[in-house]
């Protein structure tokens, strides 16, 4: 049986129903699960198992790494894959997510996002895959890399890349494009900031997107009015759902549309950081409204939608990380609804979450003043 979640703060406002409640923060929860410590890297972005077990690891500074599990954490084997793109390290930018190809088993191709340096002090994001070879000695090489997507057009800062990736069960490739701290592209069908992009396993663009027969940029656009969009998963029905950051609160995650716009930065239920207020969503219903709004804010990074067994009470839930939370959040999606049900509190902020081959829940911490970030695994309570 599920063990009553609600807590207090969530079900006093439950009569309101599930979106007021879902905006609510509910008790602290007894985590059910103990956390083993299975490594430790140089700030740690994103992770993906390959089909034997092993793990790769990014680190922002251009680092990708090789774990292999080898049972008790202090044994696990970290190794370097070689021939990572060059990476625009600083701020938010550096090395990003890696993802596998759907057909990995048979192509071995990885993606991989980053910030790319352009001119002057421009940035943006791009995708890359190429081929990883794993060697003999715990490490491996990439060759081949194509670059298959960029951010359009370069801009200056160091903030907001998103470039979280994800396959769909037709093998297309999604891509979140952050707004870069720029507020209005994210309404520009002619930036690919504030966005989310799909495209073919090659970065070209498939023929039935939204605005297809538009010009230029647009083509690749699913969705618009995102802001910093760093967590994006499928669920079983293969619909998409994405988390963003809120300005100063009003984080948000939401159920992606086809063409739908997400109103910012015309919207938001947060507010610009100099205290300007930008109106609530409800002001607007011609944009597509979140399915959970946080005030305070999370910050979520990292998702995943959970199908395994060792956590079989959590069969289709999201987990979404928590960096200013410091917490691992447990999402249950009810038909095209969504709402906050538990809130594990971490000790440090969390960066990435994952599902391991074995059903187990991994976590990436955020760094933490220069001592780096542990890879943590979830184990059930038994
Ligand atoms: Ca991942
Ligand atoms: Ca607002």
């Not at 990995?104 to 421009?122: I, K, P, R, T």
């Not at 940029?217 to 802001?227: K, P």
């Amino acid at each position: 049986m599920r063990p009553s979640i609600l807590g207090a703060a969530c079900a006093s406002v439950l009569l309101l129903g599930a979106t007021a409640c879902a905006s609510s923060q509910p008790a602290p929860a007894a985590a059910p699960f103990d956390i083993v410590e299975a490594g430790k890297f140089d700030e740690p972005w994103a992770m993906t198992f390959l089909p034997d077990g092993r793990l790769l690891v990014t680190e922002k500074a251009g680092v990708l790494k090789l774990v292999e599990m080898s049972g008790p954490s202090s044994a696990n084997k970290v190794g370097r894959v070689s021939g990572v793109p060059e990476v625009a390290y600083g701020g938010q930018g550096g090395l990003g997510d890696v993802v596998l190809h759907p057909q990995f088993a048979s192509n071995g191709l990885v993606y991989l996002s980053y910030a790319e340096a352009g001119d002057g002090d421009l940035s943006g994001a791009a995708v890359a895959r190429a081929r990883l070879t794993l060697d003999d000695h715990g490490g491996g090489s990439l060759g081949g890399l194509q670059v298959v997507w960029r951010q359009a057009p370069k801009v200056s800062g160091r903030g907001h890349y998103g470039h979280r990736i994800a396959f769909d069960q037709d093998g297309m490739l999604w891509i979140s494009s952050g707004d870069r701290q720029k507020f209005d592209p994210a309404q520009d069908m002619q930036s690919s900031m504030g966005k989310i992009v799909r495209l073919k396993d090659d970065g070209s663009v498939p023929d039935d997107n939204p605005f297809a027969s538009q010009e230029g940029v647009a083509r690749e656009v699913w969705s618009l009015g995102h802001r910093n969009p760093l967590g994006i998963a499928f669920d079983p029905q293969g619909r998409l759902w994405a988390h963003e950051m809120g300005p100063r609160d009003g984080d948000e995650l939401n159920l992606i549309v086809r063409g739908a716009n997400y109103g910012y930065p015309v919207v938001s239920n947060g507010d610009h950081y100099d205290g300007r207020k930008i109106p609530d969503h409800d002001t607007r219903p011609e944009f597509e409204a979140p399915k959970i709004t946080w005030t305070p804010a999370i910050s979520p990074a990292g998702m995943v939608l959970y199908s395994g067994q060792a956590f079989a009470d959590w069969n289709g839930d999201a987990f979404i990380g928590g960096l200013s939370s410091r917490a691992l959040v447990r999402v249950e999606i009810d038909g095209d609804q969504a709402r906050e049900v538990e809130r594990y509190a971490m000790d440090n902020r969390i960066r990435e979450v994952e599902q391991g081959p074995d059903g187990h829940l991994w976590l990436l911490e955020d760094e933490r003043d220069g001592s780096g970030g542990r890879l943590l695994r979830l184990d059930p309570k038994s």
